[in-house]
């Protein structure tokens, strides 16, 4: 496959998960609009009608997206997981009470506890579709007639070299290192490439091939690939 093809594909796969993604959204704040008229309604009692909807719109969204941190990040998970806890708890408490003020009997436990559980479910499924969504593009050659050659670099001028990638590399962090090592021989294509092969989360390799790239220490050539630039 060329590697204008290559870059189609990837960017038709990039558009439909970003297209998915937009859906996600919407249906999360639908699920958020739920939440704040069910803690609205069972609150008003102790609350104003205003503040009461207020509180329930907050505790979906912000359960909403703490479950996107959670899967999204790899930093501050148990940050992340607590405020699905706490968050997630408050709004089915709220939200079982509201059913059972209705009467709904047993039922009110799932009645109460669907909408938190989609919120959580639906900013998990966002993060993973906006994470695959940046690996496709992330895979996306530059459309160049295909060539597993480098391109020429231009003439280095004389006296001491001011490229980036003339630093020492024992001054960059370990993790850049080894992203420049695993994109010798070969290289790798995808973050999820260099996830698997550096036994990272792809988080963790997004981040360091980024800090790579923009030291301009790695470039991605004709093959598609990332590659050494020196």
Not at 12 to 23: E, F, R, S, T, Y
Not at 25 to 31: E, F, M, P, R, Y
């Amino acid at each position: 496959m060329t590697t204008t093809k290559i870059a189609k594909t990837a960017n038709i796969l990039a558009a439909a998960a970003n297209g998915a993604a937009a859906l996600e959204l919407i249906a999360i704040l639908a699920v958020i609009a739920i939440s704040a008229w069910h803690v609205g309604n069972h609150m008003v009692k102790f609350d104003g009608a205003i503040m009461s909807t207020i509180m329930g719109a907050v505790l979906g969204l912000a359960n909403a997206l703490a479950a996107y941190r959670f899967v999204e990040s790899d930093q501050n998970r148990t940050a992340a997981g607590a405020a699905v806890i706490f968050f997630a708890g408050t709004s089915i408490w709220l939200q079982i009470s509201y059913y059972q003020d209705k009467g709904a009997g047993p039922d009110a436990y799932a009645l109460g506890a669907w909408a938190p559980a989609a919120e959580i479910l639906l900013g998990w499924l966002r993060a993973t579709t906006i994470n695959y969504a940046r690996q496709q593009t992330a895979a996306s050659p530059t459309a160049t007639p295909a060539t597993t050659q480098p391109p020429a670099q231009p003439p280095q001028p004389a006296g001491p070299a001011r490229h980036p990638s003339a630093s020492p590399t024992a001054t960059l962090p370990a993790k850049v290192r080894q992203t420049i090592r695993l994109s010798q021989n070969g290289g790798f294509a995808t973050d999820r490439q260099l996830a698997e092969m550096a036994g990272w989360s792809e988080t963790t390799a997004r981040r360091y091939r980024r800090q790579a790239e923009e030291l301009q220490l790695i470039a991605r050539n004709g093959d598609g690939h990332y590659h050494p630039t020196a």
